[in-house]
């Protein structure tokens, strides 16, 4: 894992709560597939990424392990995008992301992990999100306010 990777999930466990039951998050074991972050109380998890930018796609992770998940009928989890810009600081959470949001890429053989199968996190302007940090930006569902 990518040191601002890890940065970036310590800043959300820090400014966060969770987005069901309000209770602290907590950091997952390193390397763990899928999931960055836990509640404390309830069975929320979550995948965190950190960007400098949105944008319509971000990088995902493996892509074997998610493509297990789904073929065992499993739901994609939850999205948490940290965006650290230079002017501005916004923490999203995407509640649903569906297959058709993912999209295979293979690194190319020169890469450290050459021929590895990864996912990217595709068209996430098309997917609904609430804006948990600040909590003061206003709500994209129509969904009581988690902040």
């Given amino acids: 894992m990518k040191n601002s990777g890890l940065e970036g999930e310590k800043e959300v466990v820090a400014l966060v709560k969770c987005p069901y039951c309000g209770s602290k998050l907590q950091l997952m074991p390193r390397n763990q597939p899928l999931i960055d972050v836990k509640c404390t109380k309830c069975v929320f998890t979550a995948q965190i990424k950190t960007v400098k930018k949105i944008n319509?796609?971000?990088l995902g992770g493996g892509y074997d392990i998610i493509d297990k998940t789904t073929k065992a009928g499993y739901l994609i989890p939850p999205l948490i995008i940290n965006i650290k810009s230079e002017n501005n600081k916004e923490i999203?959470?995407?509640p649903f992301i569906t297959k058709k949001n993912l999209?295979?890429?293979i690194l190319s053989k020169e890469a450290k992990r050459a021929n590895y199968k990864m996912f990217n996190y595709i068209d996430l302007d098309k997917l609904p999100y609430i804006i948990i940090y600040p909590c003061e930006k206003s709500v994209n569902l129509r969904v009581p306010s988690i902040c």
């Fill in 92 to 94: 999203r959470f995407y």
């Fill in 103 to 105: 999209k295979k890429r």
């Fill in 56 to 58: 319509k796609e971000i």
